[in-house]
């Protein structure tokens, strides 16, 4: 996992979009094959533990790398 975000991070530094876009994509899968392989820690809901935590960070990302822009995935999203 840390290798795609860090691939990830790179890419947008250097404003490569197509292989940042390529990157988010394959984080995404990685978390899905997570969650097949691990749907439960415990009581914990895998695929809700990361639903709760990364939904909303990778959409930012992924709005960042649509505008073309490294800066954008760190401002907050709405109003």
């Known amino acids: ?5 860090i691939k990830l991070g790179l890419a ?3 404003r490569n979009w197509a292989y940042a876009a390529y990157e988010l994509n394959q984080l995404r899968e ?5 969650a097949d392989i691990l749907p439960k820690y415990r009581d914990l809901s895998i695929p ?3 639903t709760s935590t990364v939904k ?3 959409a930012a990302v992924d709005r960042a790398i649509q505008a073309n822009d490294s800066t ?7 109003g």
């Not at 954008?72 to 709405?78: A, E, K, V």
């Open 12 to 14: 947008g530094r250097e």
């Open 48 to 50: 809700d533990m990361i």
């Open 72 to 78: 954008q995935s760190l401002r907050p999203t709405g």
């Open 30 to 34: 990685t978390f899905a094959d997570l």
């Open 1 to 5: 996992m840390q290798p795609r975000h």
């Open 56 to 58: 909303e960070p990778l």
